[in-house]
């Protein structure tokens, strides 16, 4: 386990809101996943200082924006999954 799996669960995070919100499945288009994740991986850094950020990407697809306010207990709940494969081995 390690960060990338962290910025992957918030990738899945935020592809399947942006779908929900806009309607638009972008995990076909590389250039947009591309950019999603260095904004995840971002979003990622911020939170270890900020109980909140706005994670935005301008026109991520079809001219659409994605914007989600992303609280510190969000991600944590996102990650949790994550969290729970790594106690196995450390218990």
Do not use: H, W
């Amino acid at each position: 386990m390690g960060g990338e799996d962290f910025d992957n669960a918030l990738v899945g995070y935020c592809t399947k809101e942006f779908e929900a919100v806009e309607g638009v499945d972008i995990t076909k288009s590389a250039k947009s996943m591309r950019r999603l994740r260095a904004e995840c991986e971002k979003a990622k850094l911020q939170l270890s200082e900020a109980t909140e950020i706005e994670l935005e990407v301008t026109e991520l697809a079809a001219g659409k924006d994605l914007n989600i306010l992303l609280s510190r207990a969000k991600f944590e709940e996102i990650c949790t999954p994550i969290f729970m494969q790594c106690l196995g081995p450390v218990e």
